[in-house]
Nanobody, 119 residues
Framework: QVQLVESGGGLVQAGGSLRLSCVAS????????MGWYRQAPGKQRELVAG???????NYGDSVKGRFTISRDSAKRAVYLQMNSLKPEDTAVYFC?????????????WGQGTQVTVSS
């Protein structure tokens, strides 16, 4: 089992910045993906940013140029620096890890952290 603990959400004015953190603990095998999704009220959960197994990064179109994902592999941590925040970035942000063990894949989600951007 993998546990994910997120931190760093909060309330910020438009144009401000926040930094989210996610740390994985437990029995972690090979990490195939580690990153962030978000879900706004009445909308589907969407990819914000993530690292793939090859080390490349993917960003959602709406956050490119404003958000930066980074990681500390030794700490099994991933971070999301969010700059130039907009009211439409308001959502619950979830950390996600996909692990591979042989032929088995495990999908793990954090509990979510609220980000609210006021106009």
């Amino acid at each position: 089992q993998v546990q994910l603990v997120e931190s760093g959400g909060g309330l910020v004015q438009a144009g401000g910045s926040l930094r989210l953190s996610c740390v994985a603990s437990g029995t972690v095998f090979v990490i195939n993906f580690m990153g962030w999704y978000r879900q706004a009220p009445g909308k589907q959960r969407e990819l914000v940013a993530g690292f793939t197994s090859g080390g490349s990064t993917n960003y959602g179109d709406s956050v490119k140029g404003r958000f930066t994902i980074s990681r500390d592999s030794a700490k099994r941590a991933v971070y999301l620096q969010m700059n130039s925040l907009k009211p439409e970035d308001t959502a619950v942000y979830f950390c996600k890890v996909v692990t591979i063990s042989g032929t088995l894949q495990g999908d793990y989600w954090g509990q979510g952290t609220q980000v609210t951007v006021s106009s």
